[in-house]
């Protein structure tokens, strides 16, 4: 590296002096700076890997930091009175290690790396930081006996490392049975918005209320580290630690393990498309005046244009040190954690393509193909066991399917046309691409339908706002939506293939997603759980959901639909069963002429009535808001 450090030098003298018309004119010999040279490589000890290991029973430890083009890297901490360890460099110069000796294996020490005798960072892989700002707002109930920060001795985050730490024992996880794709129901979960203390604690303390519900897996919002405290956790700074405004890291294993006691998968939301300002890797090679990481980061675009959606700094996934890095991210969440999958944020920005607008971006892009499958192929090779791989794509379909065909699941949002139809304007109300035949997927389990996720506006809210009217009958009456609301998520639940609701849709989450600005904190009304028409329409949830779990008609490939009028219905068939889902989505009644397929008696799942056809049209006036789940033989869970 100092090699082609000092050729650069030379280089830059010799286009000096071209620039003046002459090399050297004068008989004297040039002055060149005398460059030392790098000491001798000891070799990266065996048992070093990315950040700390411990070694000797814990009283050791092996420091490493990935940092090619550097001059010089230095380890601070409390072990040597903040006053510096020099690191050795690697004949390859990018890696810098130092081994530690006499360490208390009991002791939290806090450390940063001093870089070119000027920069402080923290460790990239180190699992838990201590934030001189943020940190005087986490309450001791959530985080007991966090250590404090080392005013006086330091400045920035600072790393701690600990041989001996506490050790959560696994219960549950060894047993737990991962979902089927296809019977999957997510609850999206925000911690912070979640309940009032904001922990795993009080969170696992509402296990009762997502269980009564149904639901078989979590996704829990990012809980790496991101800056601040009040955040959806999408501007990532750490990889490995846990933020602590949620809790410990055995706090956060102990919720996994319990929900797997519970038949509940987790899954985490992942972050990879870009990191913020606080993270080291993208301090170590930024460049200040202009604000933008230097050409020469292994892991980041200098531009963070490369397409239309992108915020914070942008990783370059073509680059080995970024795969190695998220790689390693993936693998650490799987074994540590044992979570069950990965919903991968904005994952159709992990391209290098300059993108203007999103019909550019959303085009068909075989590196990104290249770069998905090559992940998925990683993940697989470390958990194959029905490990979840979601994206958050929305691109071309034909991209989609051919990920989809790889086993990966492809998120598919339906807030736009199913709101449209539960406010009772008909002209964009077809949710249709709920479908996945219309995405040209081969199976089912790959289309992960919602309503409702994080980011978009919730439906209730522009049902109370918005909602057509015709007569007396008024969607902005909150008994009226709410039952909309109730017809909707009966249709939702009936299209095959795995599902997704965002916290508290299931009770009419009224708020609007701008309130407080867009990302801050939310209004917390678990009192709408007491109110019988919000609780009628928890039921209803929980009621469609049972219908889903327990009938595998509603994983039928066998699948036929009109949702284009104001009467809607879809039809499934599987061996001698029918299912047919008939609402009206209009504001005022409308008779149904509908071709149920065969005559006789029908089992209504809603009303828990029969009906009896004396052909197969079921002939019908159905009034505003009016609903019914048919089938030709009683369903188990009606």
Known sequence: MKRIYFLVLILSVLATACK??????????????????????????????????????????????????????????EFNDWKGSPMKNTADGNIWWVQLDNL?????????????????????????????????YIDNNTYPGLKAYPTGKTTGIVSIMQANQSVYTWKNSASFTRPAKNNLVIYELLVRDFTADHNYASTLQKLDYLVGLG?????????NEFEGNLSWGYNPSFYFAPD???????????????????????????????????SPMVQLYFDKPSGKPFAISPWFNV??????????????????????????????????????????????????????????????????????????????????????VILEHFADATEEKVLSDDGMMLWNGLNVNMNEATMGWLANSDFSWAFFAKHGFGKSENLLNFIESHDEERTMFKNLAYGN????????????????????????????????IWQFEELGYDVSINFNDRTG?????????????????YNAYAKFINLKKKNSIFSSADATYNLSAGVKYIKLAEADNTVMVVGNFDVSSKDASVDFGAAGVWYDAVTGTTITLTGNAYNKTLAAGEYHIYSRTALNGG
Request: charged share 20%; glycine share 6%; hydrophobic share 40%.
């Open 303 to 388: 531009n963070s244009n490369t397409h239309p959606f992108n915020v914070g700094y942008d990783f370059n996934h073509e680059s080995a040190a970024t795969k190695s890095f998220a790689k390693n991210v993936m693998r650490f969440w799987m074994q540590q954690y044992k979570i069950d999958g990965f919903r991968f944020d904005l994952s159709k920005g992990f391209t290098q393509k300059l993108s203007t607008d999103d019909a550019s971006f959303s085009a068909y892009d075989a590196s990104r193909v290249a770069i998905w499958k090559d992940y998925n192929s990683y993940i697989k090779s470390i958990d194959a066991n029905n490990f979840y």
């Open 244 to 278: 602590k405004y949620y809790g410990t890291k055995t706090a956060l294993q102990g919720f996994v393990d319990e929900c797997h006691g519970r038949g509940i998968a987790v899954i985490l939301d992942m972050v990879l498309n870009h990191s913020f300002g606080q």
């Open 469 to 500: 009217a015709f007569g007396t009958y008024d969607v902005k009456n909150l008994a009226v939506a709410l039952k909309r609301e109730e017809m909707a998520a009966a249709f939702l639940f009936a299209i095959p293939g795995p599902k997704m």
């Open 104 to 136: 208390n294996p009991n002791t939290e020490y806090a450390y940063q790396f001093l870089v070119d005798d000027d920069l402080k960072v923290a460790d990239p892989y180190c699992e838990k930081i201590l934030d001189p700002v943020n940190d005087v």
């Open 215 to 223: 639901v078989n897996a979590i996704e829990l919002m990012p809980v």
């Open 20 to 77: 003046k018309g002459k090399v050297n004119p004068d008989p004297v010999t040039p002055i060149v700076p005398v460059i030392p040279a790098p000491p001798v490589d000891p070799g990266l000890p065996a048992a070093a890997k990315d950040g700390v290991v411990f070694i000797n029973n814990g009283t050791s430890a092996i420091v490493t930091l990935y940092a090619p083009f550097k001059k010089s890297v230095a380890l601070i901490g």
């Open 521 to 537: 904190n939310k209004p917390i009304h678990w009192e709408y759980f007491q109110q019988t028409e919000r609780k009628a329409l």
